[in-house]
C-alpha cells in the first residue's frame, strides 16, 4: 500500500530535490507504523495531512537554499517572457493598421499565442530532463515539478500583466497546458 | 551573544531530541520524540526546516545514509550534535535554571 499519489506529487514539488528524497523517505517510513497502529484510511490521510502541513517550511527551506528562486527564474524567461512578447507583438501591429485596434486578442491570435508558450514550455521540460539527469539529481523529479507550477504561475502573472484582459477560456487553457508540456516532454525525454 | 546564538524554544527542543537519540537521529524519528515527550503535533517540515537552521548555525552535522527498501528506496539524513551545540545546550539548560530559581511551582494567579 502506497501513500497518496497526489500528496507526494505536492510534496515532490514543494520540497526541494534532496529534501524531497529524504522527507518522502521518512514519512513513507511513519506511514508504514501509522498503518499497522490505525488502519489504511487513517494512514492516507494522516500523510496527505502532514504534506499539507508541511508545504509552507519546505517552501521556505528550498527558498532559503535559492534552488527556487533560480527555477522560478528559468520558468519566467522561458514562458512569461515570450508570451509578453508576443502579447505587445500583436499588440504593436494591430495598433499601426486602421480600425484594427484590440483585434490582437482575437481567437485565432490567442490560439497561436497559445502554441506558441505552450512549445516553449516543452522546451523548458527538455531542456531540464538533459539539464538535471537522474543519474546526477536524484530529485529531478521534484525540479520538473517546481519548474512546472512556476510555470503555470508565470504565465498567469504574465496575462495579468498583459495589455489588455483575456478571456477566462483562454486563462485556464494557458494554466493547464503550459505545465502539461513541460512536463510531458520532461517524461519523454526521461524515458528514451 | 549574538542572536543568532540563541536558541528558539523549537530549535531546544529539536536539539534535545536529536541529543537524546544520539546515533539514530534522523527527521522521522526527531519528530516522534517531540511529539511523544512534549504532546505537540509537529510536522516533518518543521523539523526538518529546524534541523536546517541549526545545521547552518554549526550546532549538528549532517550525513546522509544508503537507500533502505522499508523507506522505499530512499535515503537517510541523520544527525548528531556537534561541540558547539552541546555548549549552546549547556548554556541554554544554565540560563533557564538561573531563571527558574528561588520559584515554587506550580505558579498560580497572574493578570486577567
Given at each position: 500500500m502506497k501513500p497518496p499519489l497526489l500528496a507526494q506529487a505536492l510534496l515532490m514539488a514543494v520540497a526541494g530535490p534532496c529534501e524531497a528524497e529524504y522527507v518522502a523517505g521518512d514519512l513513507e517510513e511513519e506511514f508504514a507504523i501509522v498503518r499497522e497502529a490505525r488502519g489504511r484510511a487513517a494512514a492516507r490521510r494522516w500523510y496527505a495531512w502532514q504534506v499539507a502541513r508541511s508545504a509552507g517550511a519546505l517552501l521556505q527551506l528550498r527558498v532559503r537554499s535559492g534552488e527556487l528562486t533560480h527555477v522560478v527564474l528559468i520558468a519566467s524567461l522561458g514562458v512569461a517572457v515570450p508570451l509578453l512578447l508576443l502579447d505587445w507583438l500583436w499588440q504593436f501591429v494591430y495598433s499601426?493598421?486602421?480600425?484594427?485596434?484590440?483585434?490582437?486578442?482575437?481567437p485565432e491570435f490567442l490560439v497561436f499565442n497559445a502554441l506558441c508558450v505552450c512549445a516553449c514550455a516543452a522546451v523548458l521540460g527538455a531542456w531540464a530532463a538533459w539539464k538535471w539527469p537522474a543519474s546526477k539529481w536524484p530529485g529531478s523529479k521534484s525540479r520538473a515539478l517546481a519548474l512546472a507550477f512556476a510555470a503555470a504561475i508565470a504565465v498567469l502573472v504574465a496575462l495579468w500583466a498583459g495589455a489588455a484582459s483575456a478571456p477566462a477560456a483562454y486563462v485556464v487553457t494557458l494554466a493547464l497546458a503550459v505545465p502539461a508540456s513541460a512536463l510531458l516532454t520532461f517524461a519523454l525525454r526521461k524515458s528514451r | 551573544m549574538s542572536k543568532g546564538e540563541t536558541l528558539g524554544e523549537f530549535e531546544h527542543l529539536t536539539l534535545l531530541a536529536v541529543f537524546r537519540l544520539g546515533?539514530?537521529?534522523?527527521g522521522m524519528r526527531v519528530r516522534r520524540e517531540i511529539a511523544e515527550r512534549t504532546k505537540r503535533d509537529v510536522t516533518i517540515g518543521a523539523v526538518y526546516s529546524t534541523l536546517d537552521r541549526l545545521a547552518a548555525k554549526g550546532l549538528l552535522k549532517s550525513a546522509l545514509s544508503d537507500p533502505t527498501p522499508e523507506r522505499g528506496g530512499r535515503a537517510k539524513r541523520s544527525f548528531r550534535v556537534t561541540g558547539l551545540g552541546i555548549a549552546s545546550l549547556n548554556r541554554a539548560r544554565q540560563q533557564l535554571g538561573s531563571m527558574l530559581e528561588g520559584i515554587a511551582f506550580p505558579l498560580s494567579g497572574g493578570a486577567r
Open positions: 499601426q493598421i486602421p480600425l484594427k485596434d484590440g483585434l490582437h486578442r482575437a | 546515533e539514530d537521529a534522523y
